[in-house]
């Protein structure tokens, strides 16, 4: 943190423009020894940036920011480029140049910026949703957390939880010896009836749709034995010859993802190995084996089978997928009947998909929790309904304590460097 850094945050050359981002304590040092001067304070100037050797580099638009109401809490410098390549390299030279400065690493802005207090973890996480976001209902959940609406919602949690602490303590403290027996003093009045609107509230956030069907898609796998039309109607609903089709049985002998967009929202769809008891060889077999994994995690499986035969999971759609072949046994239970060589029934069946979909994963704007986030929402949850539930204050304290470091780790008061890592280690060199 005592190093100044300095990236290219703008797309990779050739572009019109390219933007160098520069944060630390050597940020106006950089500046004045590129533009020859201090520009005033969040003002756009444009200057002519030489080397060292006093060579004219670039004609930019040089901006000074200092810290530490930046987006990193620190001095910070940007230099509007001409975004050739050569343009670009030469002002990179010339600032590592400079004492003091470095090229930036993945992400290290942002963890500077969580590091001085700008943005919380839940605000960093929804930020780094934000920028890999290739859908619309992607980019405005991710939206919605890195603009702090969870970040929000957990100070309005820790606030509760603080007073019932507080309550909690205080009575604690100003119990005389003899109002406390061997089973403890009682609960404050109303502290029960709190902890326990706080756990029910916490239990509907967490009833709500996830994050990762959001940020991975929501996936669909298609299931069923060789030679049922799995592959090709694969190929249908991503709209590529993705998957190799054949009569031979078996042609299909892994797994095969491909996350596409259908009206708006992500969706994973997986092509697997049919499925078989007899004549399958070393190879398919292993297939098959991750096939009925797949089916195991899917959040839709469209069966291809004989009627009734599918796993045994979560949601599965009955298909009839060759309905233009007259020498397939009939389904007279199907959900849909489709054919992926004629289009028969693949419209309907593509809205039917889209609407239970959008059922499955969070509406637009809406926060949606990750794992890690779930995770400790839950235990907040559970520690406060069990302080609810406590006749002795100690033990209510106890878990109210818990409950307090659950949501501190939340957004990132107490955390390990680990994971920390891990988060930041997602975002581009420059962001």
Do not use: Y
Not at 25 to 31: F, G, I, M, V
Not at 381 to 389: E, L
């Amino acid at each position: 943190m005592t190093d100044t850094i300095f990236a290219l945050s703008s797309g990779a050359p050739p572009a019109a423009i390219g933007v160098i981002r520069i944060s630390g304590p050597a940020a106006r040092l950089a500046l004045e020894r590129l533009a020859g001067k201090l520009p005033p304070p969040r003002r756009a100037v444009l200057a002519a940036l030489h080397d060292a050797d006093g060579l004219v580099l670039d004609r930019a638009v040089v901006l000074w920011l200092p810290g530490p109401g930046t987006a990193t809490g620190e001095d910070s410098a940007e230099l509007h480029l001409h975004g050739g390549r050569a343009v670009v390299a030469a002002v990179e030279t010339a600032l590592g140049a400079v004492p003091g400065l470095r090229r930036a690493e993945p992400g290290e802005f942002t963890r500077r910026a969580f590091a001085n207090g700008r943005i919380d973890l839940a605000e960093a996480e929804g930020l780094a949703d934000l920028l890999s976001a290739e859908t619309e209902l992607q980019r405005r959940s991710a939206l919605a957390m890195a603009g702090g609406d969870l970040s929000r919602l957990v100070a309005d949690w820790r606030m509760r939880v603080l007073a019932l602490s507080a309550a909690v303590e205080a009575a604690l403290d100003f119990a005389g010896d003899d109002e406390i027996d061997d089973d403890g003093a009682a609960l404050p009045d109303g502290v029960a009836e709190s902890c326990a609107a706080l756990a029910e509230e916490l239990a509907q956030w967490l009833a709500r749709p996830r994050a990762e069907p959001l940020r991975e898609g929501f996936r669909v796998v298609l299931a069923g034995p060789p030679n049922a039309g799995k592959s090709t109607l694969f190929n249908a609903l991503v709209e590529d010859e993705a998957a190799i089709t054949a009569a031979e049985p078996g042609t299909t002998r892994d797994v095969l993802v491909r996350a596409v967009a259908i009206g708006g929202l992500p969706f994973a769809f997986i092509d697997t190995a049919g499925l078989r008891d007899e004549g399958a060889g070393t190879i398919e077999r292993i297939g098959i084996a991750r096939a009925r994994a797949e089916a195991e995690r899917a959040d839709l499986v469209l069966w291809l089978g004989p009627e009734g035969e599918g796993p045994k999971v979560g949601t599965v759609w009955e298909i009839a997928a060759q309905v233009d072949r007259s020498d397939l046994p009939a389904k007279p239970g199907a959900q849909f009947r489709l054919s992926a060589v004629t289009g028969e029934g693949l419209d309907v069946f593509r809205e039917a998909l889209v609407a239970h979909a959008r059922m499955a994963l969070p509406q637009p704007g809406d926060v949606a929790l990750n794992a890690r986030q779930h995770a400790l929402l839950a235990e907040v949850m559970t520690a406060a309904a069990d302080a609810g539930r406590c006749t002795d204050p100690l033990l209510a304290a106890e878990n109210l304590r818990i409950a307090r470091v659950a949501l501190d780790r939340l957004v990132g008061r107490a955390g390990t460097e680990d994971m920390l890592d891990a988060l930041f280690g997602r975002f581009c060199i420059g962001k």
